[in-house]
């Protein structure tokens, strides 16, 4: 793909190695799918607008640079890696409770030489214990509903870090219901930035949370509380 594709987001600068690297996770991507179902978005020009385009959306609104950034249930590496790859001072942990994909990411990560990377093969309620309060900034991209996914991610987010939880359309309702959860978890909705993608691949709402105080030790409850009982 040529540069053109990232027209539109303002604060990225492609570099040869940037666009080599994103060319070489589109060929890992494509190659292990075929062993084990990473994507169903397969085609070049799909997954550069569907997964890179989208993925490096946040970055028009907030500074990407010298961050400390966990992606949440990152899945393939999106938008986890993508963001690493244009932004290689980020410091990255993923969190991925699927081992064989955990494997993909390492895969990727030792092919295409990224530093400062962290996979680690766990559930998010469980690192969320132990490295409570730590990030700037918590990613979940299509993961689950938002009174779900706020127990999960804003543990993790530091004092005045933000939760950035991407979204589709008709998020109305799915705020309605996370209200208590926000608020318990110490957080606040700041953001709400909507954008339509390229050639008509659809529209992304990005929700900016911030944190503003510590939240209790006892959240991130099991995950099967949170499912049955969210706050």
């Keep these: 793909m040529d540069k053109k594709w990232i027209t539109g987001l303002t604060n990225v600068n492609l570099t040869t190695v940037m666009t080599q690297q994103l060319q070489q996770y589109y060929q890992i991507l494509?190659?292990?799918?075929?062993?084990?179902?990473?994507?169903?978005?397969?085609k070049e020009q799909d997954v550069y607008y569907k997964h890179f385009y989208d993925a490096l959306l946040i970055s028009n609104n907030i500074?990407?640079?010298?961050?400390?950034?966990?992606?949440v249930g990152s899945g393939a590496g999106v938008?986890?890696?993508?963001?690493?790859?244009?932004?290689?001072?980020?410091?990255?942990?993923?969190?991925e409770a699927n081992g064989k994909k955990c494997q993909f990411l390492h895969k990727v990560v030792t092919t295409l030489k990224l530093e400062n990377v962290y996979?680690?093969?766990?559930?998010a309620e469980v690192f969320a214990h132990q490295y409570r309060e730590t990030f700037d900034i918590v990613t979940a991209r299509a993961?689950?509903?938002?009174?779900?996914?706020?127990?999960l991610c804003l543990a993790l987010v530091k004092i005045d870090g933000l939760f950035i939880a991407y979204k589709g359309?008709?998020?109305?309702?799915?705020?309605?219901?996370?209200?208590?959860?926000?608020?318990?978890?110490?957080?606040?909705?700041?953001?709400?930035?909507?954008?339509?993608?390229?050639?008509?691949?659809?529209?992304?709402?990005?929700?900016?949370?911030?944190?503003?105080?510590?939240?209790?030790?006892?959240y991130p409850r099991s995950f099967q509380q949170i499912k049955t009982k969210p706050l």
């Design 143 to 151: 993961i689950a509903a938002l009174n779900i996914l706020s127990e």
């Design 30 to 42: 494509i190659t292990e799918n075929q062993h084990q179902n990473l994507t169903t978005i397969t």
């Design 79 to 95: 938008p986890g890696i993508v963001l690493k790859i244009c932004f290689p001072n980020l410091q990255l942990t993923i969190i």
């Design 119 to 123: 996979i680690v093969n766990e559930r």
């Design 169 to 218: 359309i008709n998020i109305a309702a799915e705020l309605l219901l996370a209200q208590n959860s926000i608020l318990v978890m110490g957080a606040n909705l700041i953001n709400q930035f909507t954008f339509q993608l390229p050639h008509e691949y659809g529209q992304r709402t990005l929700l900016h949370f911030q944190k503003y105080k510590l939240c209790a030790l006892k």
């Design 63 to 71: 500074s990407l640079t010298n961050q400390n950034l966990c992606d």
